[in-house]
């Protein structure tokens, strides 16, 4: 069963559990936290209030304190969420403790319904599907903005179910169809959408442009325990 959880709310109420969940934040989250694995950084731990960061960032000076609010760097934060930002020079080696306005508090949504949480983005949409097809029963867990739907999380929804159809049959719920039905209508990532424009509006067109990329990061981030790592791939 592949079942799409079209925003995060959604999962306030869920009462299944799922052998694997795979969370995805378009712009930007789970892109900067794929950007910032592939780039040598050792681990991002994800948190759900600027506070919590800010305290385990007292405990543990040398991570780097990350994240957003309206898209903003929160003041005294070293890095914000555009992915662009975590470059090797800047992450290779390092451990980074990051906060966001919906992706972080979905990965921490999908730790509760299932035992296996992966990470997905544009970047890195074909490595993750071959981890997440050796499952049979699966949440696909868009992060959406509050209650609202996100148009580029359910086109990469819709993508990976695609891909994952081709490895084997699955049943699907209609929210699925919905993701799936939505990719196949474009079949190429489409930013038109609101959050697209916010952010160009705010200066991040070049975010905007890099989350499209296809499968340019050859990685899949893994939750274990309150952590997110690379997982080695064979
Ligand atoms: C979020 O978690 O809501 C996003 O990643 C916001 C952003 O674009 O920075």
Redesign the pocket.
């Known amino acids: 069963m592949l079942k799409t959880f079209l925003t995060h709310n959604e999962l306030d109420s869920a009462s299944s559990t799922f052998q694997a969940s795979i969370v995805i ?1 378009v ?3 789970t892109s ?1 936290i794929v950007t910032a694995l592939s780039n040598g950084a050792r681990f991002v731990i994800p948190v759900e209030k600027v506070e919590e960061a800010v305290d385990i960032k007292m405990v543990q000076p040398d991570l780097i304190l990350s994240g ?1 609010r309206n ?1 903003i760097k929160p003041q005294g934060f070293e890095l914000g ?1 555009s992915p662009l930002e975590y470059s090797k020079q800047v992450v290779n080696g390092k451990g980074i403790v990051l906060t ?5 508090k979905a990965i921490q949504k999908a730790k509760k319904i299932a035992e296996n949480v992966y990470i997905a983005a544009f970047l890195n949409i074909s490595y993750v599907v071959e981890q997440l097809s050796a499952h049979e029963n699966i949440a696909i867990i868009c ?1 959406g ?1 509050e209650s609202e739907v996100s148009y580029e999380d359910t086109q990469l929804a819709g993508f990976i179910i695609s891909k994952l159809l081709e490895r084997k049959s699955y049943s699907l719920s209609d929210s699925s169809l919905i993701a799936l039905r939505t990719w196949e209508a474009i079949k190429k990532p489409d930013f038109s959408g609101t ?1 697209s424009q916010k ?1 160009i509006e705010l200066g991040f067109g070049r975010d905007v442009e890099f989350c499209q990329n296809i499968d340019i990061s050859p990685i899949v981030p893994i939750c274990s325990s309150e952590k997110i790592v690379s997982m080695l791939i064979k």
């Open positions: 934040d712009l930007r989250a900067t957003e898209g969420n966001t306005s919906n992706g972080t992060a903005n959050h952010l």
